[in-house]
């Protein structure tokens, strides 16, 4: 009997020790998974924005360094358009994600007709220098912002990476679109820059 009466006692602090156990690893998961999103909402945000804009700004560098080599003139409208073109990007691709980047495409584009359709006025600036080249040189640093782009675009999105892994079989075939669907997301990034510049007329020289 005396055996029977210290079992019971000692069963209730069991289950209040597992009880308290189960509580504290609730409490565990929920303080990680906290820490997990301040760290992809804060220093891995910044560190992606921060890796895509020394990569743009090194492009930047790289135009101007052909300017300066005589490729093209530095008052050419051609470099003017493609140097401002590229410090758009740098100054507002921080701001775009994919949400807001469907919803400029989808609704906005539609309403303001100054962006319906319009064509990447970078990439035609380009595919309209002479020099072949100079054309083939600005062209490589014209692909390295985009990438830039589009990495940032993606690393920035805990879903979107996550979906990008999960999904092997999509990615696959988005892959073997990436040239095609890369150039559109760029383009979109670009006219959003644009818009952001007329809208917040904040057309202001970069310094690195």
């Known amino acids: ?10 069963s209730a602090i069991f289950e209040m020790e597992a009880k308290m156990a189960n509580q504290l690893d609730t409490v565990c998961f929920f303080i990680g998974l906290l820490c997990l999103v301040a760290f992809l909402y804060g220093p891995w945000q910044k560190l992606w924005i921060d890796y895509a804009r020394q990569r743009m700004f090194e492009a930047r560098d790289s135009v101007f360094d052909i300017a300066a080599g005589g490729g093209i003139s530095f008052s050419d ?15 507002f691709s921080h701001k775009i994600t994919w949400p807001r980047l469907l919803i400029y495409h989808f609704v906005m584009a539609r309403e303001i007709e100054y962006f319906r359709d319009k064509p990447d006025s970078m990439l035609a600036s380009i595919d309209a220098i002479q020099n072949a080249q100079v054309k083939d040189s600005i062209h490589k640093q014209y692909r390295k912002v985009k990438r830039a782009s589009a990495l940032l675009l993606l690393l920035r999105s805990p879903m ?4 990008m892994l ?10 073997m679109f ?17 818009r952001c ?3 917040n007329n904040s057309a202001r020289p970069i310094r690195a």
């Open 1 to 10: 009997m005396d055996s029977l009466r210290l079992a019971k006692p000692m």
């Open 166 to 175: 999960v999904l092997v079989i999509p990615a696959a075939v988005i892959l």
């Open 197 to 199: 510049d007329i809208f």
């Open 77 to 91: 409208e051609k470099y003017i358009i493609i140097r401002s073109g590229i410090e758009n990007v740098i100054r």
């Open 160 to 163: 979107l990476l996550v979906a």
């Open 178 to 194: 990436a040239k095609k669907i890369g150039q559109w997301v760029f383009q979109e990034i670009v006219r959003e820059a644009e």
